[in-house]
């Protein structure tokens, strides 16, 4: 081995649906219009990034049986974002998230391929699952999937695109005809696509359970995890990378990319400031109480944000409250407890609380000490990079790519050109 | 806003679409271009829009289906946002099919071509009509029949228009002083429940910025002409001659009555099949290169010019004055033909006033009134394009 420093993968995530994303900041722009895609993705392109990411949603969030209105809300459909995107830039990777639940493997098989083809070989696929019948109702089989045939179905739907992709011979020809049999499927025919420029799209996954990472080892080229921080990072990559060596695969085929928030000031303690400002915008006092709804599991509309807690306790027995995303509290009163105690010796009130309790930004500093700790982690194996989530559209990336990617290049962990006609495997460095 | 024509044009209500399909329309043409895996990259597609594009057509068609045809075609709804990002004027139009994909993707994704284009989204509805695309999906369907098949294509244009309309324009307020993003007001479950499916809403995706992109259909017998009547706003009609054309308007117009449509009468375009050489004589001779290099004659069961864009020219004039909405061009070759449409074709329809370039969004370039939202105010208003209650 060279003494090289190990290179950073750098992913760029168009802003999500949550209360991360701060619609009410004057910079904040549309997250609908592909005016908003497309100066997202050329600023990650100016910066050398090997990826954009979209996340997907199949249907709004509820709370309390009504639509959630407090963040920001809907998106447009991510095929076609990526295809559009493909023709507004030149090298940059273009990841979508895909359900592998509400879809089939010949159309996403053709539709990644159809995508390959059209941006000469970017195409990624995050491969998700859900299993839950609230999303279900917006299509033709509903909530068909048990809980415990996620991970079935996910990989089996893998493999078949993935025997699709294959069908046909490299250069212009006819694809042979094929047939897949699994538990989930029963297909055959002759698939319409020539052979993807990348052989197969990139693959993606985001799980973190002991399936989950399972899955990823034996058959994606990358996994989207939150461990970021040092000590946890460290101890997922290993035991993901232990796991790709189980499945006989080469550990450095598999890419494992936290995704971060970052606020970067001129210098340190200016970033702190603005990076508590951002935690106090990205909670209102009505989104405040609507997490603290998430614990409780009950309508705490009549409270005060600016007033104490809640004095009643969590409802751990009735059905949950809101629908369209994971739940996320294990045990709501040992959670309530926690913010009781914080509340009283801080004295906090109840928005403030709450506030105090959202994470900190995962990168918080000067350039020169973000472009420090994203080298360090890269060197000592937290991660082999990041993916970048921003909380404005589209010009959140821009203080990274203005003053943070200059650093990088300099310290030789980032490219300062694009190798021509590269793919995004060739970018990941994850070969078929 | 409800027309785009300047006053005292001769054929104000006359409009020009192209249609594509991978190297042509002549099962010929794909043995006469460069190199086969062209019709595989962007350029190839890039370089046809903006060729039609220049020739001032209102809208290209994008040829498709979930099966192997000829050698290979890259997904249509792709294509077009592409070719999206990269033109400003034309609208574009591909083929999405109705029977295997669900009407909740189906929706999203045309909607999503009409942001990245600005307001020139269409939908060529389309079937799946076959067992062997049927076994694509690993369903053993056994309701191939075209009655069956455009019922549930009409239900699932219903519900893609419904899923649409389920946003109103104006249901993103960014109001800080109630910390409210949308007013949830303004968003619509469709609760559709039919007899193959249910949807329950709302789109995941905004109301697109044509409100309702514009649908369309194509083909000839009584399943489509029932389904157009009842969802579409044009249909594309194939027959051999004009005669046989002009006889299936009459019967378009009598279905719509009995299905009760309501609002603007369906845009009615004559597909035309073309091969333009500089006289008759050269048009004859690619023809029967073409035919040989198929090894088959051309049966397309399509109207057809092979003969100078003169020819063509006054057949389009016909085709006008016969009381059609418009034509569809279908090149013969894409490489030779189309540019021969827009360089000498294009000019000569000009100067007779057939074609009307302008920047529009597609429904008002095709003269289709602003489309109402029919959960506007809390009434259940009718859907513009007939049909839907």
Known sequence: ???????????????????????????????????????????????????????????????????????????????????????????????????????????????????????????????????DAFTGENFRRGGYLEHDQRYVRAEEFVKAAKTLWDTWPDAAGEPEPFEYQSTQFDIRGRFNVPTPPQGHPVIFQAGDSPQGRDFAAANADAIFTRHSEPEVGRKFYADVKSRVEKFGRDPESLKVLPGISFIIGDTDSEAEEIAAEVRAQQVSGQTALLLLEQIWNRDLSSYDPEGPLPDIEPDTEGPSIFAGRARQVTDPHAEVAKLRKLSEEKGLNLRETVIDTQSRQSFIGSPQTVADAIIDAVQTRVSDGFILVPHITPAGLEPFVQKVVPLLQERGVLRTEYPEGATLRDLLGVPR | MNSTHQPGSASADFHLAIGLRDTGWHPGSWFRIPAAQEVFTPQYWGSLAQTAEASGADLVTFDDSLGLQRQGQLDASLVAAWVGARTSRIGLVPTLTTTHTEPFHLSKNIATLDYISSGRAGWLAEVSATAEESALFGRGRDDLDAESLYAEASDVVDVARRLWDSWEDDAEIRDSATG??????????????????????????????????????????????????????????????????????????????????????????????????????????????????????????????????????????????????????????????????AEELSPQLTEAGVVVGSEQPLRFRLGLEAAPNRYADGENQPALAGGAA
Do not use: C
């Open chain 1, 1 to 131: 081995m060279s003494d090289q420093p190990r290179q950073v993968i750098l992913g760029a995530h168009f802003p999500g649906v949550n209360n991360t994303t701060v619609w009410s900041d004057p910079a904040s722009g549309s997250h609908i219009d592909f005016e908003s895609f497309r100066k997202f993705a050329q600023s990650a392109e100016r910066g050398f990034f090997d990826f954009l990411f979209l996340a997907e949603g199949l249907r709004l969030r509820e709370q309390k049986g009504r639509i959630h209105d407090l963040d920001v809300v809907g998106r447009p459909d991510t095929f076609p974002v990526l295809a559009g995107l493909a023709a507004v830039t030149e090298h940059l990777g273009l990841a979508g998230t895909i359900n592998a639940t509400f879809n089939e493997p010949y159309e996403v098989a053709r539709q990644f391929a159809s995508l390959d083809h059209l941006s000469g070989g970017r195409a990624a696929w995050n491969v998700v699952t859900s299993s």
């Open chain 2, 180 to 341: 409210r993003f949308v007013d949830r007001e303004k968003l619509h479950y469709i609760d559709y429940e039919g007899e193959r499916f249910t949807v329950k809403g709302p789109s995941i995706t905004p109301r697109p910025p044509q409100g309702q992109p514009v649908v369309a259909l194509q083909g000839s017998g009584s399943a489509q002409l029932k389904a157009a009547a009842q969802q579409a706003d044009l249909l594309f009609l194939s027959a051999a001659s004009l005669e046989e054309t002009t006889g299936l308007l009459e019967k378009v117009r009598a279905v719509e009555s009995e299905t009760g449509r309501s609002g603007a009468p369906l845009l009615v375009f004559v597909d035309l099949q073309v091969l333009i050489e500089p006289t008759a004589e050269a048009a004859q001779a690619r023809l029967a290169e073409l035919n040989e290099a198929a090894g088959e004659d051309n049966a397309a069961g399509q109207q057809q010019v092979i003969g100078t864009s003169a020819e063509v020219a006054e057949r389009i004039q016909q085709i006008a004055a016969a009381g059609f909405s418009g034509v569809r061009l279908l090149p013969a070759e894409h490489h030779t033909d189309l540019p021969r449409i």
